[in-house]
């Protein structure tokens, strides 16, 4: 089978796999009942929280008019609904704002009875959203050490550990908060492993990390700890619930959507077209530029050698790469991996690539990644720019931003992470 424009069909295939995890599609199967007697009160955070409220509210078995509540959504990221109040905050360094609505979601669920259901709607970004500091920290305090995090290659899991022991709503404290409330939390994973409670920090859940973790992983990464924050891990007030703690029994939680089923609806998109797809991995992590250099390698083998896959074929991943920040260019993660791509192909024939963050924004910037092929290299040279001084310098964008290969679809209000795809013909 021979694509005839390569460009299209890798684009086609974000799509299909942005898509295949969007609240409309993923969510209403999950809708709980309505509760006999009491409220339902709908709550929650992500960069598709709004989405994901406006579905309920379509989807709703009862009556739309019986649900109220408040999520927080990303700038840019939010969706009509009628009932349910939609706040917008600050992403990937908290504001006052996020501060705000998160004390809003704590102090809506005072006092709740057995009679009550609440219905607590999680996606990628909610950590960042949902800033409530524990007490004696600032909120200045948390985005310093949340900005620090972002910059030092830290994974999400390590992030989100440090996150729920300097917060007063996330690692379980919202849901312990429900009190005696029938809690069910719908997730979209956007974290490697799509385990429940590393997602947004998880506000619901439980949390078998511990401070000693935390403080441990701010070492690692040579982050300057406020003395406040220093006391704070050290006390047992930062100490999140933990598993075995009886009130999380009654508690409900469905991941409703992953990379994996994001990689499988465009996997399935390519073989209809005649196209073999393999899927090497939903859950890649690591440098981007060093995933970018593998990915590479194992594009080169298949073009040249017909190893371990036979060409033509498209070779699809997912996860969540991180990218320690040295240079002071502009970039996510999803274009330092193709611009690492790039200059480790350096024009090899036959491979086209696309890197997106399923989102629609790579990092802090605009476009949700970028797209490259054969001739991109050429391209560069012609315009004197050099990939490896680019990538040394972390200037994915304005490398891609120059050639005209920026992806900019927009928030797509989901968020399963990275999706690389690499076509070889």
């Not at 086609?12 to 006999?36: G, H, I, R, T």
């Not at 899927?279 to 990915?295: C, K």
């Not at 896959?309 to 193709?338: D, I, Q, Y």
């Amino acid at each position: 089978m021979t694509i005839t424009d390569p460009d299209s069909f890798l684009r086609s295939l974000y799509q299909v796999a942005v898509d295949a995890v969007s609240a409309e599609k993923c969510l209403p199967a999950f809708l709980p009942s309505p509760p006999v007697n009491g409220r339902t009160l709908v709550i929650g955070a992500g960069k598709g929280a709004a989405a994901m409220a406006r579905v309920v509210e379509q989807h709703w078995q009862g009556h739309a008019s019986e649900l109220s509540g408040l999520v927080v959504t990303r700038y840019g990221h939010g969706a009509e609904c009628q009932y349910i109040e939609v706040i917008e905050a600050a992403h990937p360094v908290p504001d006052a704002a996020g501060q705000q609505a998160a004390a809003r979601i704590l102090q809506m669920v005072q006092g709740l009875t057995a009679d009550d259901l609440v219905l607590c709607l999680i996606s990628g970004g909610g950590s960042a959203l949902l800033a409530l500091p524990a007490a004696g920290i600032t909120l200045e305090q948390k985005q310093q050490i949340n900005k620090a995090l972002l910059k030092s290659g830290a994974s999400i899991s390590e992030m989100n550990c440090v996150r729920k022991h300097l917060s007063a709503i996330k690692g379980g404290r919202l849901g312990l908060a429900c009190g005696a409330a029938t809690v069910v939390t719908l997730l979209i994973s956007d974290v490697p492993g799509d385990e429940a409670g590393v997602i947004a920090s998880g506000p619901t859940l439980p949390d078998a990390t511990s401070c000693e973790q935390a403080l441990a992983i701010l070492h690692k990464y040579a982050i300057a700890i406020p003395d406040a924050v220093q006391m704070h891990l050290r006390s047992d007030q930062a100490e999140t619930p933990k598993p075995d703690n009886p009130l999380f029994a009654s508690h409900r939680h469905h991941i409703i959507a992953t990379a994996q089923d994001a990689l499988e609806a465009a996997a399935a998109t390519a073989r209809a077209a005649g196209v073999a797809a393999y899927i090497l991995s939903d859950g890649i992590e690591g440098e981007a530029r060093d995933v970018g250099m593998v990915h590479a390698a194992l594009a080169r083998q298949i073009a040249d050698k017909n190893q371990p896959f036979s060409k033509p074929c498209v070779v699809l991943s997912g996860g969540e790469t991180t990218v320690t920040v040295r240079g002071t260019g502009r970039g996510g993660r999803n274009a330092e991996f193709l611009l690492s791509l790039v200059n480790s192909l350096d024009g090899h024939p036959g491979i086209y690539a696309l890197a997106c963050d399923t989102d629609g924004i790579d990092g802090s910037e605009d476009n949700a990644g970028a797209i490259c092929s054969p001739d991109t290299a050429k391209h560069a040279a012609s315009l004197g720019l050099r990939p490896a001084t680019m990538l040394d310098n972390n200037d994915g964008y304005s490398f891609f931003e120059a050639l005209g290969d920026l992806i900019v679809s927009g928030p797509t209000l989901t968020n399963v992470n990275d999706f690389r795809a690499i076509l070889i013909t």
